[in-house]
């Protein structure tokens, strides 16, 4: 059972334009989420996290929304660029949780 | 500087070969973890150690067995390698437990294990 799901597997974008990168969670107990970038070959890098207490928090072009009731969060990339191109995988953790709850990750691309 | 390394990046074994796989960080973080993506590309947890001792073991076979002869390290080492064994496995650390953001883990750059 996927408690972290990121339907979209792939999302192309030009460069210059904004990318969203969704994700949804079934489980409540969870309080902190992350994104992590990996490109091939490499470990996932961490981007940015949020707080259940927060629904919003940014970081330069980074900017994860979260919707507690929706039980989803969303990460907008503004503006993007090619070096973007990566993976995206996002994760979650709660009180009582020793380690992270991975999503299958977005392929997205970002074209010239 | 490397903060959490894995040694080797790639390995290429037979069927039935014991193996292991190195983590080193140099982070000063007391946990350690160690992930399996399969062909799936799902990250998964197979195991967690908190200053060496172990706080998970997900329902992974015993033919996996961590190691951690120091907080810094936090090897795998697989028994009886299987053709379902062939996956990227990922070593991670995260900040000691009470010292804020616990929950941000640093991988290393995974090594992939291929079982012919």
């Known amino acids: 059972d996927q408690q972290v799901k990121q339907n979209s597997p792939s999302l192309s974008v030009q460069e210059g334009r904004i990318s969203i990168l969704n994700c949804d969670y079934t489980?409540?107990?969870?309080?902190?989420f992350l994104w992590y970038k990996k490109y091939p070959a490499e470990g996932p890098t961490f981007l940015i996290s949020i707080s259940s207490i927060k629904d919003k928090n940014e970081d330069g072009r980074f900017t994860v929304f979260l919707n507690k009731s929706a039980k989803h969060l969303s990460l907008h990339i503004v503006p993007s660029q090619p070096g973007d191109s990566a993976v995206y995988f996002c994760?979650?953790?709660?009180?009582?949780?020793?380690?992270?709850?991975f999503g299958k990750g977005t392929m997205l691309l970002v074209s010239p | 500087d490397t903060a959490v390394s894995q040694t080797p990046k790639y390995l290429v074994t037979q069927m039935g070969n014991d193996k292991s796989i190195k983590c080193e960080q140099n982070l000063g973080h007391d946990t350690m973890y160690w992930y399996k993506q399969d062909s799936k590309k799902f990250l998964k947890i197979m195991f967690s150690?908190?200053?060496?001792?172990?706080?998970i073991n997900e329902t992974v076979p015993n033919r996996f067995s961590p190691k951690s002869p120091d907080k810094a390290h936090l090897n795998l080492h697989i028994n009886s390698l299987e053709l379902g064994d062939s996956a990227v496995y990922f070593c991670?650390?995260?900040?000691?437990?009470?010292?804020?953001?616990?929950?941000?883990?640093?991988f290393g750059p995974g090594t992939r294990l291929t079982v012919l």
């Open positions: 994760a979650a953790s709660g009180t009582g949780y020793s380690t992270l709850t």
């Open positions: 489980n409540s107990m969870f309080d902190y």
């Open positions: 991670a650390s995260s900040q000691p437990i009470g010292t804020g953001d616990t929950d941000t883990q640093y």
């Open positions: 150690y908190n200053n060496k001792e172990l706080i």
